[in-house]
């Protein structure tokens, strides 16, 4: 019986959680007819792709299509993940495997950065970002993501490289292996289920973000997906066929990427959590 009751409880907690997926998918497939009826269906009874043809197909701004929003946010996001996972890396390993001063004091440090608002650093990094010259470009935007991704990251990874026992490179050492070599060979596939951990949290932290995307690019040509979410919303009216079908799309990458990396990415939060 209490095997059944805590079966019963995850099944009702994953309906309760799939359920605005699903609602957002039959959404996106109904005509709008449908959408504004005064008793909705939960399964659309005139299935329809028009909201997915008028994203696809048309032009949000005037020049600018959906898959200009989709590469920019696609371009700054895989360039957020690979600038965190080399620089957390490097850094984890340094905090890990290095004795030097105030070494206590940056990993407190990288705790105290995850406690800052965000809404608190809009100012102060768009003046930064003016000064820097970089207002207006994609890159803003990486720096920026990168900046919030990187503490998780390196705390979380220096469990990972705490965790390889020191014999291994001193073995490799000895046998000849340079220290790039170790790094390269020995190190690194060792603490790939880490890396792997943290790059859903920095892809998700690039993809979803608004408030920086909408501050720092004021081209509209360069604008992410968040940004061109918000072009569906009127002062009088929201086309809400359009909102769920640019929504489902707007998800589709998420998912695809987790469902590559979910195997290593279980692998490595239990990793992390025994042997941090």
Not at 72 to 87: E, K, P, Y
Not at 113 to 130: G, K, N, R, S, T
Request: proline share 6%; charged share 15%; no cysteine.
């Amino acid at each position: 019986m209490k095997k059944i009751a805590l079966n019963g409880a995850g099944l009702l907690v994953a309906l309760f959680a799939a359920f605005p997926v699903y609602w957002m998918v039959a959404t996106s497939l109904k005509p709008n007819r449908e959408i504004f009826s005064a008793t909705p269906r939960p399964v659309p009874a005139e299935p329809t792709l028009e909201h997915y043809r008028e994203i696809l197909t048309g032009n949000l701004i005037p020049g600018v299509t959906f898959g200009d929003f989709f590469l920019n946010s696609v371009l700054v996001a895989v360039a957020t993940v690979l600038l965190s996972g080399l620089v957390a890396l490097l850094a984890a390993t340094a905090v890990a495997r290095f004795r030097f001063r105030l070494r206590t004091t940056f990993l407190i440090l990288l705790l105290v950065v995850q406690m800052i608002p965000l809404e608190a650093l809009v100012i102060p990094l768009f003046l930064m970002i003016q000064r820097l010259g970089l207002y207006n470009t994609l890159p803003s935007l990486i720096l920026t993501y990168l900046g919030f991704s990187l503490p998780f990251a390196v705390w979380m990874l220096r469990g990972f490289v705490a965790a390889v026992p020191k014999e291994l490179e001193e073995a490799a050492a000895i046998d000849g292996a340079s220290r790039a070599q170790t790094f390269r060979r020995i190190l690194f596939p060792l603490v790939a289920p880490g890396l792997v951990a943290t790059s859903i949290f920095s892809f998700i932290t690039a993809w979803n973000e608004l408030i920086f995307a909408l501050t720092f690019i004021n081209d509209q040509h360069k604008y992410t997906l968040p940004v061109a979410m918000t072009f569906f919303f009127g002062r009088d009216d929201t086309a809400w066929g359009s909102v769920m079908a640019a929504s489902t799309l707007f998800t589709l990458p998420v998912i695809v990427f987790f469902l590559l990396v979910q195997r290593r990415m279980v692998s490595g939060l239990v990793a992390g959590a025994v042997k941090g």
